[in-house]
């Protein structure tokens, strides 16, 4: 699935701003961007996409940074479409080769290494950058 | 403290998971799920995963896992009731689940296992 949506003007309206830095804020962090979604209109298969990386940004926030971080979720209209916006930002230590992480089952904990290249697929974009200081990643789902 | 109910039909284990597990709370229900199995001598285990509407790749290494556990106990461990978005999901992800076999019912799974079963001699 690819979109140009981005290349379109959309507007963008900040939701919620959740802290993620211990396990049991993952739980609630899915319900409160699940009732967003529902409330919008996304469907089961988008809703279980968007829960799912949103899931995945969680555990490495939980699990690979220094003091946890936080996820922005913002709602986007572009025409008649609505998106949901994952904006995921932490202060480090960072990933030290973006490819390897975006690589299918590669890990530096033993998971089963899907996380962010199964976030990329799922979500419709996907954008990442990573220094020592810290690593940001924004992601769109679409529903359309 | 493992908040997940195992209970023994026949000589199967049946544990339906109905929340998003943390890490200690997967620990916890592995432990007793293996401890269960050996104590109980079953031959089949299934986990019901019906009610979760999301298994992201944290929860598909807790499934995996278990059911190399299982088998290395000599025991079966299959997955039920995996729901239509999660199923989608998995593979839009790419997640493997190879090593459990999955079955569309509770149903179905328990009926292939007492068929499976009746078939082996006891061990």
């Known amino acids: 699935m690819s979109f140009t949506l981005s290349q379109k003007e959309y507007s963008s309206n900040v939701k919620f701003l959740l802290k993620i830095n211990q396990e049991w804020h993952i739980a609630r962090a899915r319900y409160q961007v699940k009732d967003l979604a529902l409330k919008h209109g996304f469907g089961q298969i988008n809703l279980a996409h968007l829960i799912t990386s949103l899931s995945e940004l969680s555990y490495n926030l939980v699990f690979h940074t220094n003091n946890g971080g936080t996820i922005t979720v913002s709602l986007l209209f572009c025409q008649d479409a609505i998106g949901i916006q994952l904006l995921c930002i932490d202060d480090g230590p960072g990933i030290t080769s973006i490819k390897d992480a975006l690589t299918d089952g590669f890990s530096t904990n033993g998971g089963l290494g899907g996380g962010l290249p199964g976030t990329e697929r799922l979500m419709d974009e996907f954008n990442i950058e990573s220094s020592s200081k810290g690593t940001q990643i ?7 | 403290m493992n908040i997940i109910p195992i209970l023994q039909l026949q000589s199967n284990l049946i544990a339906s998971i109905q929340t998003e597990l943390t890490d200690e709370q997967a620990l916890a229900f592995q432990s007793e799920l293996l401890e269960k199995n050996s104590a109980l001598n079953t031959k089949g285990i299934i986990i019901d995963v019906s009610m979760l509407d999301v298994i992201d790749s944290y929860m598909a290494k807790v499934l995996t896992d278990l059911a190399k556990m299982i088998k290395l106990q000599g025991s079966k461990a299959v997955l039920s009731g995996v729901q ?15 090593s459990i076999e999955t079955f569309l019912s509770l149903d179905s799974a328990f009926l292939y296992l007492t068929k499976e079963q009746s078939g082996k001699t006891k061990k």
């Open chain 1, 138 to 144: 924004s992601c769109i789902k679409w529903n359309v």
């Open chain 2, 84 to 98: 239509p978005a999660v199923a989608s999901t998995l593979v839009d992800m790419g997640m493997k689940l190879n």
